[in-house]
């Protein structure tokens, strides 16, 4: 397996385990929020699903340009999709489009700058490798909530 290919390994396996975490929250909880101000289960996930499309131009073009009205735009349309099934379908759907993406890439090119209107340098392999972090860390922000439903 070369480094492509374990990415592509990690990042399904990763998608797959965000949502088997966020189904074992009740249902009428996967909009709780733990404090105000604090993000629910379901809107991280709706930014697991939508995050890839809005920011395809890091991978496509090696730059991606923000701003508060494309963020707040995003924020608006994510916020529609509130079906842990459709979210799951979308994010699952964006998902196939990265590793197609990560397919066609070459090794070679992982060093490659990639502009990123946020503080450090960003590369080829951080691009390619964000979904699944995002992912994971996500993961991790909702079994914080569960444990605090929990508790």
């Not at 101000?37 to 709706?46: I, K, N, P």
């Not at 799951?88 to 964006?94: G, L, P, Q």
């Not at 080829?124 to 699944?132: E, G, K, P, Q, R």
């Given at each position: 397996m070369n480094a492509l290919e374990l990415l592509i390994y990690l990042t399904e396996k990763q998608v797959d385990r965000v949502f088997e975490v966020a189904r074992?929250?009740?249902?009428?909880?996967?909009?709780?929020?733990?404090?105000?101000?604090?993000?629910?289960?379901?809107?991280?996930?709706?930014?697991?699903?939508?995050?890839?499309?809005?920011?395809?131009?890091?991978?496509?073009e090696r730059k991606m340009e923000w701003d508060g009205a494309q963020f707040e735009r995003w924020m608006t349309e994510r916020a529609k999709i509130t079906s842990l099934d459709e979210l799951?379908?979308?994010?699952?759907?964006?998902?196939?489009?990265?590793?197609?993406?990560?397919?066609?890439?070459?090794a070679n090119d992982l060093t490659a700058p990639v502009q990123m209107p946020f503080p450090g340098?960003?590369?080829?392999?951080?691009?390619?490798?964000?979904?699944?972090?995002?992912?994971a860390y996500h993961e991790g922000q909702i079994m914080y909530i569960a444990s605090l439903i929990e508790a």
């Open positions: 074992r929250l009740p249902a009428e909880k996967l909009d709780w929020k733990p404090a105000p101000g604090a993000r629910s289960a379901l809107c991280q996930l709706q930014e697991i699903a939508t995050a890839l499309p809005e920011f395809w131009p890091m991978f496509t799951e379908a979308i994010t699952k759907k964006n998902t196939q489009l990265l590793v197609e993406f990560i397919k066609a890439s070459d340098e960003f590369n080829v392999a951080d691009i390619l490798s964000y979904h699944y972090w995002n992912a």
